[in-house]
Structures are given as structure tokens and as C-alpha cells.
């Protein structure tokens, strides 16, 4: 084994000399890794990190380079794998990077370097593809790096030891302030030298949690920390906030900038995580009452060819057409909740992001604990899938002591057979379903796959790499899953599957949906080449990055105006992909709204126009406003946020506040009493939830990229 020799560094905080390691890479592989190794020679991992880091693997190459290796390293600031998250659990940082990992299929490799002012050098040397810290926009001026779209608003604080009421701001004036230097942005610069604040530099080694805990017990008097670390702090009760000293700025994510892709792919993941809030989903354990109040059926479900897809830029799938039926009876309208890569479907509906799962899986009740579980409304077969590479015919009794890929409700059915030594499930991340099983065994990652029979329809029968093999369990029943607080909507549940199956519903949707016919596009439209959403998406990618928005929600907008057709004409003269009134296409300089490239260009930068007439709200509410914009026009919507604010409401909300006053001023008598006068509001309400709930499903089933 290598070495391990002794170095002495410098204590950036006590002074203190202590001794620390250099460490053989043989070493540090046999251990399992830095944080393990780290534990087992007795030095703070963040320094064995550090050590290691600095020998890692020189990579310039864009997004497609960081898919063939299947990692993208990201370099974070001394602390932050440490730092507490966001009080809500599924915002922090930490949470969005696995997320982007997994969407655009790779893993993390995390580097941490000893010092904050390294992340650039890190980066630029090829040594990390993305780096995550506190800056502002501003600090990449100069720099061989480009900055993401904002990650987040922060104001910035002169925070101080102790808590005197009476003092203020001015009181601190001709101070010390200890800073990091490279934390500093130049607005915060120009407000420390406004208020003559000497600066003294601090260790770039300290994560901005240690200088705020440093500030606490007195060690340090007076230091600058913006308010994203001060909401994530544990306890702030020891210190005193003096500001803000500069307005709100965005903190961004850095990239190299010549790693366009890169740049375009985190953009468009950022985007759509801010303008689908798929953080902060409103969590409730709903019964049938509740959510006939709130007339939204919850389902929990998965982008697969089983459950829901996007087809011919539509939303079809046989679990997604059976919900809809279902919906439509109780006169509820359909919401997708969909968990974020490598989280349990089952997990997301305990926790009260749903209302029900449909995952086209075979779960067992007695297996999974409190849930309520409809009735069975199909069987289907469990079937064994192996490489075209595997010579040698195999039976059910070749997989006794096998590791199979399988989604965790299949593989616990299989793992129960009487074989010995039993079937061993392969292991694989939360939420695998059965396409993850069967893309496992094509990449050589698995032996054998258990999967349904329909994904063998859907999937195998089509490939020449994957076969076959025997039924492993026969008729197994799907079912739908419910939280064990829905009795009332089990009952409409089991109802409703009964029906299904006795008018020949279930049927119907198996041969549509299933393989065995499908219903064609009309051929007057343009093909959608395979891995395309649209026939379109250079045009929308390129419109839709010079307009600062997401091609997906742009692709959107344009199959509810016109299903993809560049010739579609509709009442009033509207015309085009985006349905341009006569006097809005002159407006906008188009000379053929027919034309693609004209249409495309042209409406991305008119939505993108509407989006800054709401330009003080939150993005989301900014989008969704916009798009509402788009159908009704903006008076009408200002007309909405005027009453919304008469009914209490708030009018920079859209969802459940603005939306609702839209549906009320849907009303003659109620609109004649605002400066737009009558509207179709309520169809514009609808109209923006379609495109909306279909961003989603596009988000899903389209990485960024």
C-alpha cells in the first residue's frame, strides 16, 4: 500500500499547527472512498477532500462529454456538503444538483477544494463542469466563466455579535468588517466603502456557516452574510442584522463558457424547476370531500410508456387515459404529480403529494402497510427479459440465486419464489420502474430483468438487443394505491374500476395504448423526428434562449394553439403554429405567420414581452400570468389582479388567488365593473392550466439539453 506521510498546514480559525496527511490513491480506493477514509485516518473530511481533489481528472468537454462519462463533477464551497438545507426539504441546493444529475444521466462527483477562490481555477482548469457557491453574476466578469440564470434572490447583511436594539447601521460606520474576499460582490464592495468599513480578509478556507457561528461567540465583530445563509442558519438569536446594504441579487451557478450545452441544459433545468414549483407541491392526505373542494384530482404517477407520455406533443398512456375517465366522472379536473428522479412514487404519495398512484405495477396490499388499494382492474404476466447476447435458453429455475433488475413492488414478488438460494433484487435507485429494469440489462448492468408484459410489448418485442424469456409470475393484478385517510375515495375508486371493466373501457384503452393499434397523427402535419417533441425544436431552442425561457414551455404554448400544424387557421383570421390575430402579427413584424422560423421567433419574444409586464413577481406567477396574457390579453388579466385584491386575495399569486378572480370575472355583470370590460376569463383560466400541466409532462419525457 502507498504511503501516508505527515504535513503540517496552518489552523485558518485557532492558529493552531496541526498535523494532517497525504494520502496514496491505492489507499484511498481500498477505503471506500474520501468521506470513509477521511473517518478512518481521524482528519476533517472537508481537508482529505481537498487533498485528493486537486489530482483529479483534467476534462474540458461539454454536456455530451459529462453524458459518455457518466459523472458531472461539481465543485461547491468549503462547507456546503455540511450546511444545513432550505426548511423546506426538497429545495435545497444539494436536492436540485442531484435532480439536474439525474435528468441529464449522470452522477455526481463532488469537489470541494480547501478554499473558496479556488472554485474558478477549479473549474477552468478543467477540474470540475459546474460550480455552486454564493456568487453574484457580477464576480464571473473577467473570468473564463459564464453564469446560469438565478438559483436564487438574496439580500445582502452586515451581521454584528450581540443584540443591542438601540444600535443602528450608522453605528457601525469607520468599523472593521471581516470578509472573504472572493465572496465579496462589487455592489457590496461599494456599500461597505459608502459606509467606510475597513475590510480585513478572512481564511477563503471558512464556509460562510463557521464565519456566522465565528460572529456569534465574538471572535469576529462585524462580517457580511446574505440572507440565503441566514434562512438556512440553525439559530441567528445571537447576532444582530443590520440592513439590507445593497437590493436583492441573484445568486447564480457557474459553467465554463465554452460549455454552451452545459450552460443551456442547467438553464432550462432551473427554469422549469421555478416556474413548476416541484419543491414546494402543497402537501395534504386528502379524502373524496377534500378534493371535491379543491375540484383537483392529485395523481401520483411516472413518464413511462405504461402510465404517461408525450405523443405527437399530446398526453396519452393507458394509467393516464384511465384517470382521466375517472376524473371526469367525479367532475374533478386531472393534476400530474410526478416525483423527482430517485424518489419512491409510493414515498411522494405518503407523503401527501398525491391523492393516488396509478404506476401500472402489481402491489401487493399485504406488503404495503397502511396504503388502501383499489380493486384489480387487469392482470398481466411477469416476465423475465434477457440480452440477445445470452446464448443459452433459461427457465425460471436458471434465476434462483440471480440478481434481477425489477421496480421494488415486482422484485419483492419475485424475491418471495420458492427457489433456492432465492432471487436476489439488483441494486438499483428509488423509483425504478420497469423500462430502468430492462434499459439495465441492455447496458450489461443486469443479468436478467423482471418486468411486465406489457413493457415487453411495448419494449422488447421492438428491440434487437433484449429477448424474452419465461413468465416468471403469472396474472399479477394492477391496482391504483390511495393514503389509508381516503376511504370515501377507495369506494368511488373501486366503483369506477368495475365499470371500466364491464363497459369494455379497460379494454379500449389496452389496444390504444398498449400496442396493439394506435391512433396515427393526421398526415397533413409535419413528421416529429424520433427523440424530437416537435418537428420544430431547433427553432424553439434557439427562439426560446434568446428570449431567456424554456423551449418546453414555448413547444407548449404552441401544440395548444395549433397541434404542431404551421397551416392551422382558426376563427377570426387567426393563424399559424401560434394562432396570430391579423393585428398581432403585423405588430410583431411577421410577414407569413405560416412560416415556422417566423411564427417561432416571433412568439417567443411577444411571450417573453408579456412576462415583463408582471416582471415584480416571482417567476412562476410571472409565467402563468403571462401565458393567460397570451389567451385573454393583459388588460384583462390586470383586471383579475384588481379584483383579487377587492376579494382578499393576493394579486401577485396566480395559482388558487388571480386564477380564481379570472374564473369570477368570467361573469358580464362582474367584468362591466373593470376597465377591460367582459372576457372569457374562465376559458383563459383553463387554458393556462392546460399548458401548464402539459410543461410538466414535456419536463418529464425531455431532458434539458
Keep these: 500500500m502507498g504511503g501516508i506521510g505527515p504535513k503540517q498546514y496552518h489552523h485558518v480559525e485557532t492558529g493552531a499547527t496541526l498535523l494532517h496527511f497525504s494520502i496514496d490513491l491505492r489507499f484511498f480506493a481500498m477505503t471506500g472512498g474520501w468521506r470513509s477514509a477521511a473517518r478512518w485516518v481521524g482528519v476533517p473530511a472537508i481537508v482529505f477532500l481537498c487533498l485528493i481533489s486537486g489530482c483529479g481528472e483534467e476534462r474540458l468537454g461539454d454536456l455530451d462529454a459529462i453524458r459518455e462519462s457518466g459523472e458531472i463533477r461539481v465543485a461547491v464551497r468549503p462547507g456546503f456538503l455540511d450546511s444545513p438545507g432550505l426548511p423546506n426539504e426538497e429545495g435545497d441546493q444539494t436536492t436540485q444538483l442531484r435532480h439536474l444529475a439525474a435528468r441529464i444521466g449522470a452522477e455526481i462527483r463532488w469537489v470541494e477544494p480547501r478554499h473558496q477562490d479556488q472554485l474558478i481555477e477549479v473549474l477552468e482548469s478543467g477540474r470540475a463542469d459546474l460550480v455552486v457557491a454564493r456568487f453574484s453574476a457580477a464576480q464571473l466578469l473577467g473570468t473564463e466563466s459564464v453564469p446560469s440564470v438565478p438559483v436564487e434572490w438574496v439580500a445582502d447583511f452586515l451581521v454584528a455579535a450581540g443584540r443591542t436594539p438601540e444600535r443602528t447601521i450608522e453605528d457601525l460606520r469607520g468599523g472593521r468588517v471581516h470578509v472573504q474576499i472572493s465572496a465579496l460582490s462589487p455592489a457590496v464592495r461599494s456599500a461597505l466603502e459608502d459606509l467606510e468599513l475597513e475590510v480585513v480578509p478572512i481564511s477563503e478556507s471558512l464556509s460562510a456557516e463557521r464565519v456566522l457561528a465565528m460572529v456569534a461567540r465574538g471572535a469576529i465583530p462585524l462580517t457580511v452574510i446574505d440572507s440565503g445563509v441566514l434562512d438556512r442558519a440553525p439559530d441567528t438569536e445571537a447576532v444582530q442584522l443590520f440592513g439590507p446594504i445593497i437590493g436583492r441579487r441573484p445568486v447564480v451557478w457557474a459553467v465554463r463558457a465554452g460549455n454552451l450545452q452545459l450552460r443551456r441544459a442547467v438553464d432550462d433545468f432551473l427554469f422549469a424547476e421555478k416556474v413548476l414549483t416541484r419543491g414546494s407541491t402543497a402537501r395534504a392526505c386528502r379524502d373524496l370531500p377534500q378534493i371535491r373542494v379543491a375540484r383537483v384530482l392529485r395523481v401520483v404517477t411516472r413518464n413511462s410508456p405504461t402510465t404517461c407520455f408525450v405523443a405527437d406533443g399530446g398526453l396519452e398512456g393507458f394509467e393516464y387515459e384511465l384517470a382521466v375517465a ?153 391496482v391504483w394505491i390511495m393514503n389509508p385517510g381516503s376511504p370515501e375515495l377507495r369506494t368511488r375508486v373501486d366503483e369506477f374500476l368495475r365499470r371500466a371493466r364491464a363497459t369494455g373501457l379497460v379494454q379500449q384503452l389496452t389496444q390504444k395504448t398498449l400496442g396493439l393499434w394506435r391512433i396515427q397523427a393526421s398526415p397533413r402535419l409535419p413528421p416529429v423526428p424520433e427523440g424530437h417533441l416537435t418537428p420544430y425544436d431547433e427553432y424553439l431552442k434557439w427562439a426560446a434562449r434568446r428570449n431567456g425561457i424554456d423551449w418546453r414551455l414555448l413547444a407548449s404554448l404552441m401544440y395548444e394553439e395549433s397541434r404542431f400544424d404551421p397551416d392551422a387557421v382558426g376563427p377570426g383570421g387567426s393563424a399559424g403554429l401560434f394562432q396570430f390575430m391579423p393585428a398581432t402579427w403585423r405588430e410583431l413584424g411577421v410577414e407569413d405567420p405560416h412560416h415556422p422560423g417566423e411564427a417561432i421567433e416571433a412568439a417567443a419574444g411577444y411571450l417573453r414581452s408579456l412576462m415583463g409586464q408582471f416582471a415584480d413577481l416571482d417567476l412562476p406567477d410571472r409565467v402563468a400570468m403571462a401565458i393567460a396574457s397570451y389567451n385573454v390579453g393583459p388588460r384583462h388579466v390586470f383586471d383579475a389582479r384588481k379584483l383579487a385584491v377587492e376579494m382578499g386575495f393576493d394579486p401577485d399569486q396566480w395559482k388558487g388567488n388571480v386564477e380564481t378572480a379570472m374564473i369570477i370575472l368570467d361573469d358580464p355583470e362582474v367584468a362591466r365593473n373593470f376597465p377591460a370590460g367582459v372576457c372569457r376569463c374562465r376559458r383563459g383560466a383553463a387554458y393556462t392550466r392546460r399548458i401548464l400541466r402539459r410543461y410538466v409532462a414535456y419536463t418529464e419525457q425531455f431532458p434539458p439539453s
Design 326 to 478: 375517472f376524473a371526469r366522472e367525479q367532475h374533478l379536473r386531472l393534476e400530474l404529480s410526478i416525483p423527482p428522479p430517485g424518489v419512491d412514487p409510493l414515498n411522494w404519495l405518503e407523503r401527501g403529494f398525491g391523492d393516488i398512484a396509478i404506476l401500472h405495477e402489481p402491489i401487493q396490499p399485504t406488503r404495503e402497510g397502511g396504503f388502501l388499494v383499489s380493486e384489480s382492474y387487469r392482470q398481466v404476466d411477469l416476465v423475465s427479459v434477457v440480452s440477445q447476447r445470452t446464448e443459452a435458453a433459461i427457465s425460471v429455475d436458471d434465476l434462483a440465486g440471480v440478481e434481477v433488475a425489477a421496480s421494488r413492488p415486482v422484485s419483492e414478488l419475485v424475491t418471495m419464489l420458492p427457489l433456492e438460494p432465492a432471487i436476489r433484487r439488483a441494486g438499483r435507485a428509488p423509483g425504478t420502474d420497469a423500462f430502468d429494469a430492462l434499459q439495465a440489462v441492455a447496458r450489461g448492468q443486469a443479468y436478467c430483468a423482471v418486468v411486465d408484459e406489457d413493457a415487453v410489448a411495448l419494449e422488447v418485442d421492438t428491440r434487437d438487443d433484449l429477448k424474452r424469456g419465461p413468465v416468471v409470475v403469472p396474472d399479477v393484478p394492477l
